[in-house]
Nanobody, 123 residues
Framework: EVQLVESGGGLVQAGGSLRLSCKAS????????IGWFRQAPGKEREYVAA????????EYVDSVSGRFTISRDTAKNTGYLQMSSLEPEDTAVYYC????????????????WGQGTQVTVSS
């Protein structure tokens, strides 16, 4: 059974930083993509960033580019989202997800999702 477990969310002041982790287990895919999405109250789930596991190719949505960094530790089967210069608009539940193939920015491409972790940025 594929499992994704996020951690690292919390409350932070604007301008602060947080690092989210996504521990993956229970699969033997040759290659895949780890994506991060977020969902604020009353809004649709939004793509944030993604990384290809084998080659470490990354992509970001424009609103976080230059502030967020996605990475992975292949030995630990763990993906990370380092968030800096956080803004109140970044407040949301953040989800990591795993996709074998498909469009990185499309949530329907991802077959497995974590439970989500709350990030709250105060002004």
């Amino acid at each position: 059974e594929v499992q994704l477990v996020e951690s690292g969310g919390g409350l932070v002041q604007a301008g602060g930083s947080l690092r989210l982790s996504c521990k993956a287990s229970g699969f033997t895919f040759a290659d895949y993509v780890i994506g991060w999405f977020r969902q604020a109250p009353g809004k649709e789930r939004e793509y944030v960033a993604a990384i290809s596991w084998s080659f470490g190719v990354t992509e970001y949505v424009d609103s976080v580019s230059g502030r967020f960094t996605i990475s992975r530790d292949t030995a630990k089967n763990t993906g990370y989202l380092q968030m800096s210069s956080l803004e109140p608009e970044d407040t949301a539940v953040y989800y990591c997800a795993l996709s074998e193939v498909g469009t990185w920015r499309d949530p329907s491409s991802y077959d497995y999702w974590g439970q989500g972790t709350q990030v709250t940025v105060s002004s």
